[in-house]
């Protein structure tokens, strides 16, 4: 998988869910290939897309993106 389809994946995916998601449940929904983000893939996620992480009700981090206007 390419860094552009992964990005393309999250973003629909967080679009679709503006409470936000964990990694394991992008992972899941999306069948994702990874056991763990790439962190330089994140890291230009948060760039390019606005993500957000911000910790959940556990200690889960809870994936965000701004919705689009």
Known sequence: MRYIEFRDQI???LLKNPSGMTWKEL???LDLPYDQP???WVNRLE???GLSRE???QRALVWKI???A
């Open 38 to 40: 790439c962190q330089t």
């Open 55 to 57: 910790r959940g009700e």
């Open 66 to 68: 701004p919705s689009k």
């Open 47 to 49: 760039s390019e897309i």
């Open 27 to 29: 992972k899941q929904q």
């Open 11 to 13: 973003q629909n995916a």
